[in-house]
């Protein structure tokens, strides 16, 4: 067992940084250790296991066994805190709303600045990088640029272009790819006892996401949803059958969505209220009661702005199925040697490959990516959509 066992299919990234892991130890017994830096960028697309990676390192920087060849072990209590997320010295941060503000990045590294305590190093791992607004990647870039000689920041985000270059510039960059297929599915069958056939199908399906084809393999009412938007490129024949589509597809979003969204925001209530005393006796207990309402609104102001997030996340893991569609009908088109994401409809995308050209393929594609970007600038999702689906129709 390692840390780094959850990090399917990229051996090139395990090996980057386990190098810098050992240089990080010899610096600790204070050595020169030239593989190290303070300031990572981890990159990668969704579900390559950005966060995954810099869990890992960010264990293996505070493993007990630094400078052996079990460092990064997995066993150790340091590597079982920081894969927890509960070690002292280890910040992980996970914008909940649609952007991260500056007065969040200035508490963030002022907190970064104290010495470690019981680890090695004192560790930030950014989530979401992406989501600073400009003025917190303003502050975060003044804290990058002069860190405290034990302080490492890992950022995460999909592409290095998310960053304002003056922060990227000074990270060493990570980057991961797209886990083949059959890693994921083998992951999913030896982790999860999830049968061969069913994890390969879902592994195809999410194309390399790891969470989101366990999501698919184990929840039928994932696959219901994602058959239904497979079943939209058949309809788009008539204006009134596409805004039926749209209509239908966003509804499904917020849907999923929503069932999140309810799950998380009733157990963060409930900690709240037992945080502040309710249900307890005793002297002073009503006076925390009542002050604890400005928590409160503190609190749904924030799941708000998540309940919002979710929503466009649901919404573009949707485009992103619907473009795998066309994806594949275009691989077809070309005779490309390429797996497709849908292999159980091999049969229908080689009777839609047969009947329209790639031109009018990439057409659709296009329009599906112009959609995800209209709704990444706070566009109306539904008139978004249905743009796209009459677009899709016309192409």
Not at 212 to 226: E, H, K, V, W, Y
Request: net charge negative.
């Amino acid at each position: 067992m390692s840390v780094y066992d959850e990090l399917v299919g990229q051996d090139r990234v395990v090996a980057q940084i386990r190098q810098a892991a050992d240089a990080a130890a010899r610096i600790v017994r204070g050595e020169a250790g030239g593989g190290m830096t303070h300031a990572w960028l981890f990159t990668g697309p969704p579900g390559s296991g950005r966060s995954v990676a810099a869990r890992a390192f960010a264990a293996a920087l505070q493993c007990r066994h630094q400078g052996t060849p079990e460092q990064g072990c997995g066993t150790c209590d340091a590597c079982h805190q920081v894969l927890a997320g509960s070690h002292a010295d280890l910040e992980v941060i996970r914008p909940s709303g649609l952007s991260y503000s500056v007065k969040e990045t200035r508490d963030l590294v002022l907190r970064s600045s104290t010495a470690p305590s019981s680890g090695n190093w004192q560790i930030v791992l950014f989530e979401d990088a992406d989501r600073a607004t400009e003025q917190a990647a303003n502050a975060l870039l003044k804290a990058i640029e002069e860190p405290p000689d034990r302080t490492v920041w890992l950022l995460c985000t999909p592409s290095p272009d998310d960053l304002v270059v003056t922060i990227r510039s000074r990270c060493r960059l990570v980057t991961l790819s797209t886990p083949p297929s059959h890693a994921v599915a083998d992951v999913l069958v030896n982790r999860d006892g999830i049968d061969a056939d069913v994890a390969l199908s879902a592994a195809r399906a999410a194309q390399g996401h790891i969470g989101r084809a366990r999501r698919l393999a184990t929840d039928p009412d994932a696959r219901a949803r994602r058959d239904e938007v497979l079943s939209v490129p058949r309809e788009l024949r008539a204006i009134d059958a596409c805004l039926n589509a749209a209509e239908r597809l966003v509804k499904s979003a917020e849907a999923e969505a929503a069932a999140t969204t309810a799950e998380l925001d009733e157990s963060e209530k409930s900690e709240l209220r037992k945080a502040y005393g309710e249900g307890a006796t005793g002297k002073g207990v009503a006076k925390a009661v009542r002050g604890s309402a400005g928590a409160m609104r503190a609190l749904e102001d924030r799941q708000k702005s998540r309940a919002t997030r979710l929503k466009r996340d649901a919404l573009d893991r949707t485009l992103m199925d619907l473009a795998g569609y066309y994806r594949d009908a275009l691989t077809l088109q070309l005779g490309a040697s390429v797996e497709l994401a849908n292999a159980e409809r091999a049969d229908e995308l080689g009777r839609y490959a047969a009947v329209t050209s790639p031109e009018a393929t990439l057409r659709r594609l296009e329009a599906i990516m112009e959609c995800r970007e209209r709704i990444d600038a706070n566009a109306n999702p539904l008139l978004a959509v249905e743009a796209m689906t009459l677009a899709i129709r016309a192409a």
